[in-house]
């Protein structure tokens, strides 16, 4: 088992920063890729940035240059540094690993923190 915990959401103006941060416990050494996942009201949970256990990173062409994941292996975080955000970000932003097990990858979630952007 892994839990996730995440931090970082809040209330930010259009063109504003925020951070996001999600620690991860309980089985650590057997995730491979983290990322972050939002969904927004009434929409489907998409995909946000992916970082695997190489540091290959994966982003959604509507953050690309705009958010940045890093994650830090000896402490078992990622966050997503979020810039130049707009009202179209405003989401629940949700911290995901994997962790592939027998063959098959196992999916973990964060509870979800919101991240609301006003124009």
């Known amino acids: 088992q892994v839990q996730l915990e995440e931090s970082g959401g809040g209330l930010v103006q259009a063109g504003g920063s925020l951070r996001l941060s999600c620690a991860s416990s309980?089985?650590?050494?057997?995730?491979?890729?983290m990322g972050w996942y939002r969904q927004a009201l009434g929409k489907q949970r998409e995909l946000v940035a992916t970082?695997?256990?190489?540091?290959?990173?994966n982003y959604a062409d509507s953050v690309k240059g705009r958010f940045t994941i890093s994650r830090d292996y000896a402490k078992n975080t990622v966050s997503l540094q979020m810039s130049s955000l707009k009202p179209e970000d405003t989401a629940v932003y949700y911290c995901?690993?994997?962790?592939?097990?027998?063959?098959?990858?196992?999916?973990?979630w964060g509870q979800g923190t919101q991240v609301t952007v006003s124009s």
């Open positions: 995901n690993a994997v962790v592939l097990w027998d063959f098959k990858d196992y999916h973990y």
């Open positions: 309980g089985r650590t050494l057997a995730i491979n890729t």
């Open positions: 970082i695997n256990n190489i540091g290959s990173t």
